[in-house]
T-cell receptor
Framework: DAGVTQSPTHLIKTRGQHVTLRCSPI?????VSWYQQVLGQGPQFIFQ???????GRGNFPDRFSARQFPNYSSELNVNALLLGDSALYLC????????????FGSGTQLSVL | KQEVTQIPAALSVPEGENLVLNCSFT??????LQWFRQDPGKGLTSLLL?????REQTSGRLNASLDKSSGRSTLYIAASQPGDSATYLC????????????FGTGTRLQVTL
């Protein structure tokens, strides 16, 4: 079975632009979460979606938004990009969004110039 | 504030040595604690998950322990190998939703020949 897949793997944008990152969870997993990892730091929670509903939101500005589709795939959107948005964006999935293992994708490396 | 701390930040050991990585957390009201491995520029791989009611988990050469009362977890790696070189992250689930994990900043391990 395929793991969590993310696209694209790398992305270069300029300040002020908009970006959309995509994630497909493991087949059968209904919960998808997004994390931002700045170089040298641990991942920071951005969003969790379960059954297409937002279940949790981290301490990120409204420029960050996400959604989950009926097939449980997800998109993370970031508007008005800032230099500080440069990071590795990780998607993770789990079966039920309860106290269980989390499976991560390989991430999208976003560079904002 | 719920914080997770990992010490040391970096560690270099010769092949074959047994080693211990440490993780401490400020709030003992946790659902579970996970240990992850991350290779440079890659996503996270879940190594071990310890539920709050458990004291330890084992997988191959890895053993993780949990002491909620003292706010500590350790990851023990036996007979280290060069392939174990990576960054090891611990993450605490305070919400029971398999998401919104609070991560430490990681321990970067180098196993030398």
């Amino acid at each position: 079975d395929a793991g969590v897949t993310q696209s694209p793997t790398h992305l270069i944008k300029t300040r002020g632009q908009h970006v959309t990152l995509r994630c497909s969870p493991i087949s059968g997993h209904k919960s998808v979460s997004w994390y931002q990892q700045v170089l040298g730091q641990g991942p920071q929670f951005i969003f969790q979606y379960y059954e297409k509903e937002e279940r949790g939101r981290g301490n990120f500005p409204d420029r960050f938004s996400a959604r989950q589709f009926p097939n449980y795939s997800s998109e993370l959107n970031v508007n008005a990009l800032l230099l500080g948005d440069s990071a590795l964006y990780l998607c993770a999935s789990s079966l039920y969004g309860s106290s269980e293992k989390l499976f991560f994708g390989s991430g999208t490396q976003l560079s904002v110039l | 504030k719920q914080e997770v701390t990992q010490i040391p930040a970096a560690l270099s050991v010769p092949e074959g040595e047994n080693l211990v990585l440490n993780c401490s957390f400020t709030d003992s009201a946790i659902y579970n604690l996970q240990w992850f491995r991350q290779d440079p520029g890659k996503g996270l791989t879940s190594l071990l998950l310890i539920q709050s009611s458990q004291r330890e988990q084992t997988s191959g050469r890895l053993n993780a322990s949990l002491d909620k009362s003292s706010g500590r977890s350790t990851l023990y790696i036996a007979a280290s190998q060069p392939g174990d070189s990576a960054t090891y992250l611990c993450a605490v689930d305070y919400t029971g939703t398999a998401s919104k994990l609070t991560f430490g900043t990681g321990t970067r391990l180098q196993v030398t020949l």
